[in-house]
């Protein structure tokens, strides 16, 4: 009797680590939402303070470099357990301006 109680308990706590079709998994997005149309607004010279308008507060400040900031968000989808990134890191002079910007989005030219 003792052997079949041990049995079940231990095809219960397996069964707990097995995936189980048709179970709904949720999508966990992680850091800033980066779009086109912000960083389309970007110019240069533009403040911190205008950049943290349009972008948000960074994800990343760098502790050695005040200058650069970065930006990133990352999607991992529940249903297909794919994982996308996306990123832009911003640079700024001396006085806060805004210099340049590289990463996998680039401003539109207008």
Do not use: H
Not at 70 to 76: A, F, I, T
């Amino acid at each position: 009797m003792q052997k079949v109680l041990i049995s079940v308990i231990a095809a219960v706590l397996l069964a707990g680590c097995a995936e189980f079709p048709g179970v709904y998994k949720i999508d966990i997005p992680q850091g800033n939402i980066i779009t086109q149309e912000m960083v389309d607004k970007l110019r240069p010279g533009m403040t911190q303070n205008q950049v943290r308008y349009v972008m948000g507060t960074p994800l990343i400040t760098d502790s050695f470099n005040k200058n650069r900031w970065d930006y990133l968000y990352r999607l991992k989808s529940g249903e297909t357990g794919t994982t996308s990134q996306e990123r832009i890191q911003l640079t700024f002079d001396d006085e806060g301006k805004l210099i340049g910007l590289s990463g996998d989005f680039r401003p539109n030219p207008q």
